[in-house]
């Protein structure tokens, strides 16, 4: 398959490497630090979010304008060679061999484990199993996985009908998933309906508008321009060193206030930092005069191995940590306790690394590179 050019967009492999570590840490073992910083774990999959729909639309474009076209076979193999893999791995071992396993900690929430849960999440309805309480505590984590397999199969028709449509298509989905949440929300408190509460809360995780204002912006920085009827969004209004300025504030400012005030995270997180989050990405990616530059080896490193950092780090903290700390414990029987829990974090982010690293260098990097057979351009970008 002939290539273009070698594509790379800066600064993105590192963004995705400090969202990974956000949601490592939001899930570790709960004190009066972790617990302040709880809902940062959501706010790095926010990030996933918006940075997948930016990254693969922007691609997308690239492909279209060297290829006149978008292959959608060869999109949904990259996605099954990039996903399934360790995805369905993983759930081989949650669901087959983890009862066998560990049979004590399989006892206490069978139901999780039924063939209506595998089925379901074979079938990536993983926004389903989490509503409704299905999904092994031990792979939580899958739900998103799952809302971005269900976004990447309408995702490549949408990049392949004309501007115009496409972009009305896009902020269907970036209003239209919110309306209708605050339409069930108020249905539902009317009739009190239980079917409706779970329609819902389904309807909530499943982040289509978050990833819709990704690809919104991904279009916006490879085009430079939207039209919306007379009116032209045009990318350099985002690009002004005091627009970026007042962006990086409004973010800094809402997540404290997700800290400071609890009650507003939803509302922030969901229809706030989607679209801060996007600009951000934005001019990381394509803007010579970003304000801001966080590409290095360490995150860069970090992005790379992402995908494992988020589907094993689980499996660090609720098996393998109990397992190590008490034998180290005796030996910081007189350390301050935020000293002791300091250790443990370090411990979990190491082994979540090591492990995720041995993932993706003897086992996920196999698919990959059968993966780039089917690419028309050579990236090192994750997407």
């Not at 691609?59 to 060297?66: G, I, Y």
């Not at 071992?93 to 039924?114: A, C, K």
């Not at 739900?143 to 990447?152: A, D, L, P, R």
Request: proline content about 4%; hydrophobic content about 55%.
């Amino acid at each position: 398959m002939s290539q273009v050019n070698r594509i790379y967009l800066p600064n993105l492999n590192s963004l995705r490497g400090i969202a990974a570590l956000m949601v490592i840490f939001s899930h570790l073992p709960a004190d009066k630090f972790i617990l302040t910083f709880k809902n940062f774990g959501t706010i790095g999959v926010t990030i996933f979010f918006t940075l997948s729909g930016f990254l693969i639309s922007y691609l997308l474009q690239v492909e279209a304008k060297e290829f006149f076209t978008i292959n959608v076979k060869n999109f949904y193999l990259r996605r099954i060679l990039k996903i399934w893999p360790l995805y369905f791995l993983i759930l081989f071992f949650v669901y087959i061999l983890y009862p066998h396993i560990f049979p004590s900690w399989y006892d206490t929430e069978q139901e999780r484990f039924s063939a209506k849960s595998l089925l379901m999440n074979i079938f990536f309805l993983t926004n389903v199993t989490l509503i409704l309480k299905l999904t092994p505590f031990i792979i939580r984590v899958i739900w998103s996985i799952g809302i971005e397999e269900q976004f990447y199969l309408i995702l490549p028709w949408i990049m392949k009908v004309e501007e115009k449509r496409r972009i009305f298509i896009l902020f269907a989905l970036i209003f239209l998933l919110p309306f209708s949440k605050l339409f069930l929300v108020l249905y539902q408190k009317i009739t009190a309906s239980d079917s409706l509460q779970i329609i819902s809360s389904i309807i909530t995780v499943t982040r289509f508008d978050c990833m819709a204002i990704g690809v919104l912006f991904g279009i916006l920085s490879f085009s430079k321009e939207i039209k919306l009827g007379r009116f032209i969004i045009k990318q350099q209004y985002f690009t002004k060193k005091e627009v970026q300025i007042t962006i990086y504030a409004l973010a800094l400012i809402f997540v404290l206030i997700t800290i400071i005030v609890p009650s507003l995270f939803n509302i922030i997180n969901y229809v706030v930092l989607p679209w801060l989050f996007a600009i951000i990405i934005s001019n990381l990616a394509t803007n010579k005069e970003s304000i801001f530059h966080i590409e290095n080896k360490v995150f860069n490193y970090l992005g790379k191995i992402s995908y494992g950092m988020y589907l094993l780090h689980e499996f660090v903290i609720l098996m393998l940590l109990p397992l190590i700390l008490p034998l180290i414990l005796p030996y910081l029987v007189d350390l301050p306790s935020y000293i002791k829990s300091f250790i443990g974090y370090m411990i979990a982010f190491g082994l979540t690394i090591i492990i995720s690293h041995i993932s993706f260098y003897c086992f996920e990097i196999q698919f990959l590179k059968l993966k780039n057979k089917v690419s028309y351009f050579k990236t090192s970008n994750e997407y």
